[in-house]
């Protein structure tokens, strides 16, 4: 049973922008911090932005002041928001309930199948 189902990826230029969406079944998206994650080609894993307990929003360096992650609760929808993207950017992206809320090194407990997001200079 898919539990968390990504869209929205795509190839975009250098300085554009994607929105990354999240479909997130009900009970997982109530009892879990929800989070972003992204692995390039090569690379490991690393943690992009998350919610976390209160509400607050938790971002990467390398994506602060360029990346958005919101929700909306109607739909039990997650998103990320990405602005001016450069060629780092590409990447697969994940969404993710954390096992741990604010602890993107402890991962998630359940994670999609991943969106790819291509960046080209």
């Known amino acids: 049973q898919v539990q968390l189902v990504e869209s929205g990826g795509g190839s975009v230029q250098a300085g554009g922008s994607l929105r990354l969406s999240c479909a997130v079944a009900?009970?997982?998206?109530?009892?879990?911090?929800m989070a972003w994650f992204r692995q390039g080609l090569g690379k490991e894993r690393e943690g992009v932005a998350a919610?976390?307990?209160?509400?607050?929003?938790t971002y990467a360096d390398a994506v602060k002041g360029r990346f958005t992650i919101s929700k909306d609760n109607s739909k039990m929808t997650l998103y990320l928001q990405m602005d001016s993207l450069k060629p780092e950017d590409t990447a697969t992206y994940y969404c993710?309930?954390?096992?741990?809320?604010?602890?993107?090194?402890?991962?998630?407990?359940?994670w999609g199948q991943g969106t790819q997001v291509i960046v080209s200079s």
């Open positions: 993710a309930a954390l096992k741990l809320c604010a602890d993107f090194e402890a991962g998630g407990r359940y």
């Open positions: 009900g009970d997982i998206y109530s009892r879990y911090c």
């Open positions: 919610f976390n307990a209160d509400g607050t929003t």
